[in-house]
């Protein structure tokens, strides 16, 4: 198993931040790469642990496991880590949260608030045209189709 982020995807997020930083945003990535073990845990919130459910995967089923995911929330002006999809800290009529939702889809990420059933909105992935059933299988994307 990868035991960070992909190379493209390390890129792309901090392109991503610094993209977001020229509009006045400030984005906090809480989260990228995470162990099977992680997940598993991360799995049982909301089930046999306290709190509410934050994912639908276990280890091994999550983007997050093959290095290939971030997380994000923004950072308000007076230092609050916030995920208020309404927040429009740049004062330009749109919404911070979706500005970057659009710059990361500019970068090639897919957006987790666009999901059918359960809508995972900090969550940014690049798939590289891989379903999870393969990267189990053992397939990765390689670093040279994307090379710039
Ligand atoms: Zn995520």
Redesign the pocket.
């Known amino acids: 198993m990868p035991e960070a982020l992909h190379p493209v995807v390390q890129e792309n997020k901090v392109e991503l931040v610094d993209r977001a930083a020229e509009k006045g945003i400030a984005v906090v990535i809480t989260?990228g790469h995470r162990s099977v073990s992680e997940q598993d845990m991360l799995y049982e919130q909301g089930r046999s642990e306290e709190g509410s459910i934050v994912t639908y995967a276990e280890g091994g089923e999550?983007y997050?496991n093959y290095g290939l995911?971030?997380?994000f929330a923004i950072e308000t002006k007076d230092g609050r880590v916030v995920w208020d999809m309404n927040y429009d800290g740049n004062n330009n009529g749109t919404s911070d949260w979706m500005e970057v939702v659009e710059v990361a889809e500019d970068l090639g990420f897919t957006w987790?608030g666009d999901w059918k059933n359960f809508k995972?909105y900090?969550?940014l992935?690049m798939d590289f045209g891989l379903t999870i059933r393969e990267l189990q299988y053992g397939k990765r994307p390689e670093v040279e189709d994307y090379a710039k």
Request: no cysteine.
């Open positions: 989260d999550s997050h995911a971030i997380d987790g995972d900090p969550h992935q």
